[in-house]
């Protein structure tokens, strides 16, 4: 029922955006985000615990109003994900900062390793990489059947990449390594820790886990690290930066153990740069640093 409900919710936001624009959807969106963080205290809670690490210190009316802030500014990933599947070559503007840096690293010919996470609008990233040279492949856990659904599941067009299943055989990591070895890209989400080998590192003030399987099959591949993360930054506009890049390396255990975490280290300071930017557009709603 309640994925029905979900599902209802999301047919409602497309059929008004396909009638009144994209404009119709954002405004839509006020008074529902307003009404469920007024009555919903599980997402007040929920959000909280990244609202006391990104800004300690503040008191109650202000978290219920970030609280707002971060939920909208979620609202909007949503509705532009909708706009960009009902809109036949609908696209938004986006900037890409630091494009020569992953051109050159494309042309060494071993591959290169997107690191992206769930802040501003991966998905939006991923429809204006279709220009690489190469082809660009997501390592993602894909749900045709979710309800939230992915803007080219809408659309029905042949995508700008290629999906690789992190549910599939060995989690991907065979078919990622083998676009590595061809020299294409490969992008991975590296802020959710599941299951396998993790670095301990501090963010926001407090240490959590983050995965290794990203920084290990580069450094199988020999391939680099390219941070690039994707921020909204108007009503259709969004901008794509590369925030980092570093080749992960190692030669025994010991030194692998200290790479992952310097990897990992590298990565958490640069959503953390990102985070002062983009305060509200953080998306991982649930404690991210409980052990």
């Keep these: 029922m309640k994925n029905r409900m979900e599902a209802l919710g999301h047919w409602f936001f497309y059929v008004t955006m396909r009638f009144l624009g994209h404009r119709s959807g954002t405004i839509l969106l006020i008074p529902v985000i ?3 963080v007024l009555v919903s205290c599980k997402i007040r809670k929920t959000v909280r615990h990244y609202l006391v690490h990104r800004f300690p210190g503040e008191r109650g009316f202000k978290y219920w109003l970030y609280t707002f802030k971060n939920v909208y500014a979620f609202g ?3 509705v532009d994900r909708g706009w960009l599947g009902i809109k036949k070559n609908g696209r938004f503007e986006c900037d890409l900062l630091g494009y020569t840096t992953l051109e050159e690293l494309i042309e060494r010919e071993k591959g290169v390793v997107l690191l992206t996470a769930h802040v501003g609008n991966w998905q939006s990233a991923l429809a204006h990489l279709g220009g690489l040279p190469v082809k660009v492949y997501a390592l993602m856990q894909y749900n045709q059947q979710a309800a939230a ?3 080219f599941d809408i659309k029905g067009e042949k995508r700008a990449f290629e999906i690789i299943d992190a549910e599939g055989p060995f989690g ?5 390594a083998a676009a590595l070895q061809r020299g294409e890209v490969v992008t991975i989400m590296g802020d959710r820790y599941i299951k396998g080998s993790f670095s301990t590192v501090s963010f926001l003030g407090e240490s959590m886990r983050l995965p290794d399987a990203a ?6 591949a020999g391939a680099p690290v390219v941070v690039l993360l994707a921020a909204k930054t108007g009503t ?3 901008q794509l930066k590369v925030w980092d890049h570093f080749y992960p ?3 025994n255990r010991e030194d692998r153990a200290r790479m992952l975490q310097e990897c990992a280290g590298k990565y958490s300071s640069a959503i953390e740069e990102y985070l002062k930017e983009h305060p509200f557009q ?3 709603f649930y404690n991210f640093w409980k052990q």
């Design 249 to 251: 390396c190692y030669t």
């Design 236 to 238: 259709k506009s969004y």
């Design 282 to 284: 953080w998306y991982n």
């Design 215 to 220: 920084y290990m099959l580069a450094a199988t």
């Design 34 to 36: 307003f009404t469920y």
């Design 149 to 151: 659904k992915h803007y």
């Design 172 to 176: 991907g990591m065979i078919d990622a």
């Design 76 to 78: 909007h990933v949503l």
